[in-house]
């Protein structure tokens, strides 16, 4: 039950057109609809705007709108928008295609209005365009926070919806490469590079990666969240089968256990030939060697785990290790 549509558009005719906005919508259109192993994931409707002859009007956009937000009752809702973005003096705008002087798109207001109201379990929203920041501040305060670049503005959010926007509400968004600066770094993260041990990439994971890529110099990259529980976005490629993590109490007693290792953990005849396992010593030497390049052992000096076994020295759980095993010991991984 979790649902999306992502728009992108290139193309304006009153405006000046973009070259990056679709290549996002598209590329995101691909890694949410499946996780990394094939698996369904998001079902997703992607709109496009690349020249006149898809027209993505106000109306269009705000029938789509209310088509996501429709029914949603225990469903996850997913928007994204990559195009221009305007402030007016009532708010910023996710602009259209026929966008006028006094009638740019759909009001971040109005969308913002849409998520707070809906019943749906939880609800993303993803913008990739000039002010996106603005999306969930206090209605009426948007212009004086332009006017005078206050950027301590407020927001109200309900439970469980969260807000990922490109930039601050008074700033620009830049594209680069045929992308958003912003959904390149995104999409990044959605393949590996913000997943978690067992693969997951929430809201969290990921503006903690874009964040991080962002200078003081600069466009900030801004969240705005009231989560209880944070909505999967996609699964990617673990860091360690669940099945090695859920082991961990049967090799460490208690979460401050040592493991004390002897030569025979390196045991004879390395490297082992395909198939073969080895001694129970030698699984269990290979098993500590999976976690710690997961970052879960570690041992004094953190020297490598062949001269901690040739001197009969140990090995122990480092503060993410204690985690994942109170984890498994409640049976909850």
Same mark, same amino acid.
């Given at each position: 039950? &979790? ?7 290139? @193309?304006?005719?009153?405006? /000046? ?12 259109? +691909?890694?949410?609809?499946? @996780? ?13 705007? *690349? ?10 956009? #705000? @029938? ?8 949603? $009752? %225990? ?26 002087? @006094? ?17 749906? $379990? ?11 920041? %603005? ?12 006017? *005078?670049?206050? #950027? ?5 959010? $309900? +439970? ?8 601050? /509400? ?20 959605? *393949? ?27 466009? $900030?990259?801004?969240? &705005?969240?009231?989560?209880? *529980?944070?909505?999967?976005? #996609? ?30 953990? +390196? =045991? ?42 040739? +001197?009969? =020295? ?14 498994? &010991?409640?049976?909850?991984?």
């Amino acid at each position: 039950m &979790k649902r999306a549509i992502l728009v992108g558009i290139d @193309h304006y005719p009153t405006a /000046g057109s973009l070259g990056g906005c679709v290549a996002d919508a598209t590329a995101l259109n +691909e890694l949410l609809s499946v @996780h990394a192993d094939g698996s369904p994931n998001w079902r997703t409707q992607l709109i496009t705007g *690349e020249t006149d002859g898809a027209h993505i009007t106000r109306d269009s956009l #705000r @029938h789509s709108l209310t088509q996501l937000f429709a029914n949603a $009752r %225990d469903t996850d809702l997913l928007f994204f928008f990559a195009g221009h973005g305007a402030q007016t003096a009532w708010g910023a705008d996710l602009v259209t295609q026929d966008a006028t002087a @006094h009638n740019l798109g759909v009001s971040m207001n109005d969308l913002i209005t849409l998520a707070n109201d809906s019943p749906a $379990r939880s609800v993303t929203l993803i913008l990739d365009c000039c002010f996106s920041g %603005d999306l969930g501040s206090t209605p009426g305060h948007q212009a004086t926070a332009v006017a *005078e670049n206050f #950027r301590l503005n407020k927001a109200t959010l $309900r +439970e469980n919806v969260t807000i990922l926007a490109a930039s601050r /509400g008074t700033e620009p968004s830049q594209e680069v490469d045929g992308h958003g600066v912003f959904t390149r770094i995104l999409l990044d993260g959605l *393949e590996g590079g913000a997943t978690d041990h067992l693969g997951k990439v929430t809201p969290l994971s990921l503006y903690g990666y874009v964040s991080a890529a962002f200078d003081a110099w600069q466009q $900030r990259p801004v969240l &705005k969240t009231n989560l209880t *529980e944070p909505v999967i976005l #996609r699964i990617g490629p673990p860091w360690l089968d669940a099945e090695l993590l859920r082991k961990l109490p049967h090799h460490f007693p208690s979460a401050d256990s040592v493991v004390q290792l002897s030569p025979e953990h +390196e =045991g004879d005849g390395r490297p082992l030939p395909p198939g073969m396992l080895g001694t129970p010593k030698q699984q269990q030497f290979d098993y500590l060697g999976r976690l710690r390049n997961a970052n879960l052992v570690t041992t004094d000096g953190q020297r490598d785990h062949y001269w901690v076994a040739m +001197e009969g =020295g140990e090995v122990y759980l480092t503060s993410m290790g204690r985690y994942f095993w109170k984890l498994a &010991k409640r049976k909850v991984l």
